[in-house]
């Protein structure tokens, strides 16, 4: 096992929510909030009515959970294509690129038991609208969360413990995909990216081709997005709207369209390409340091030259 690609996961993932963090929030509140017309009127409109500190809500819990979601992920994928090299044809066997995207599906699955109690927290709580500065007003109404832990307690005790797992079917059906998809786009522009000779791509190609696998990722799975956010909101601020996953697809294309599950698309984009170049340098930078027997199936290594 290769403890190496765990803890570079982790701290990669930590810089890639410090970095995408403000947007995502944008990106939440114009899934499931019908007051927003658009990605500028739900920036300005947060801005002014809770100030900067209206895009970090909820951010601590999420630094944490994504860190460990993070390490899961890029943990499950080496190792899962390593196993599946040694299966094929032996220790440093190359992966084909099926192996690759079955690795990144596997290393999406297994992210939902460490990151769906964290996801529906940060949902809750950059769903909140109402403003703590706000307060000194009359008759304004106090947020209902007074952070990322008290939220937790409170869906655990309104919702029980599996309420902390509401949308886990299409956090899943969002991350085995998408994730296959940004591993198998990444160790494909990595190859492209590598000089004739080289081990692997200069710091460009890296940083390019994990902004792209970010985006490439974030548009398989902006669909089940939307979906995840919905159940994931529905009923904490009034009555329930949907009976489930499914009920919960037909009732917003019957009320909104087809077109409401891209909505956030390009804002998804717009976040993932910064966000996935500061993952996979950090990571690369990190797994070159702390792994010291490399093989041939580990991803291209950075070239200071």
Known sequence: MHIADFAAGSIGGACGVAVGYPLDTVKVRIQTQKQFTGIWHCFITTLSKEGVHGFFKGMSLPVTTVSMTSSVVFGMYRNCRQCLSQLRGGPGTPNTKLEIFLSGLAGGVATVTVMSPGDIVKVRLQCQTES????????????????????????????????????ALPLMLRDGPSYATYFLTYSTLCEWFTPTGKKGPEWTGVMLAGGVAGMTGWTVGTPMDVIKARLQMDGARDIKRYKGFVHCITETVRVEGSGVFFRSLGINCLRAFPVNMVVFATYELLVGFLRTQPDTIEPPKLEFE
């Open 132 to 167: 703590l500065r706000a307060r000194k007003g009359a008759n304004l109404p106090k947020p209902k969360y007074r952070g990322p832990v008290h939220c937790l307690l409170t869906i655990v005790r309104e919702e029980g413990v599996l309420g902390l797992y509401r949308g």
